[in-house]
């Protein structure tokens, strides 16, 4: 099967009938008909209004297990699927975004006036633009790396670019 190919209904359901495919295709948000790893990345904004209550620690540590249960849960879908990075499969979108996200995170990269959702929204096109162009080792990693890890790697350092790129914006804006 080809990674552009759309899912039948069997392997919609396949997908779904698992927790491994449930977590994979982000809670069925990579099942859109298109943009579905746009579409994760705003799923991922949800549990990220809450996660940002967290410590920083805390939140470090969720994006680590995230991150493992990740490489097993897409791996697993892929096998599923017979494909290694399936368009479906969104889980590292919500790891990428909420890596990209975490300059909102340090209050001493926030201006005076505290978090707005204008940085959120900045958070979410960044990443969205590192994920969509892959500058190296971006495309790279996309190339060479396969399976769950194939499926995550490339969008954590997405989000590692685009929080640094946020982090300078709002350094500079503060």
């Known amino acids: 099967m080809s990674a552009k190919k759309t ?3 069997e392997q919609r359901r396949a997908l779904l009938a698992t927790p491994a495919g449930w977590l994979a295709c982000g809670f069925g948000s990579g099942l859109t ?5 746009t579409f994760g990345s705003l799923a991922a904004l949800l549990p990220w209004l809450l996660l940002r209550e967290l410590s920083l620690p805390l939140y470090l540590l969720v994006l680590l297990i995230g991150f493992g249960v990740g490489v097993w849960a897409c791996n697993v879908a892929g096998r599923t699927l017979g494909v290694d990075d399936h368009r479906s499969l ?3 979108e919500f790891i990428g975004q ?9 209050p001493a990269l926030l201006p005076a ?6 940085m959120l929204l900045a958070g979410f096109v960044l990443f969205r633009l590192f994920d969509v162009w892959k500058p190296w080792p971006i495309s790279w990693l996309d190339r060479r790396v396969k399976g769950g890890m ?3 790697i490339d969008d954590v350092v997405a989000g590692v670019f685009a929080a640094l790129v ?9």
């Open 90 to 92: 969104v889980w590292d």
């Open 7 to 9: 899912l039948s209904r």
């Open 150 to 152: 194939g499926v995550m």
């Open 98 to 106: 909420w890596i990209a996200l975490l300059p909102l995170l340090i």
């Open 113 to 118: 006036s505290g978090f707005a959702w204008w």
């Open 33 to 37: 008909p298109v943009a579905q790893g």
């Open 166 to 174: 946020l982090a300078l914006g709002l350094h500079f804006l503060s």
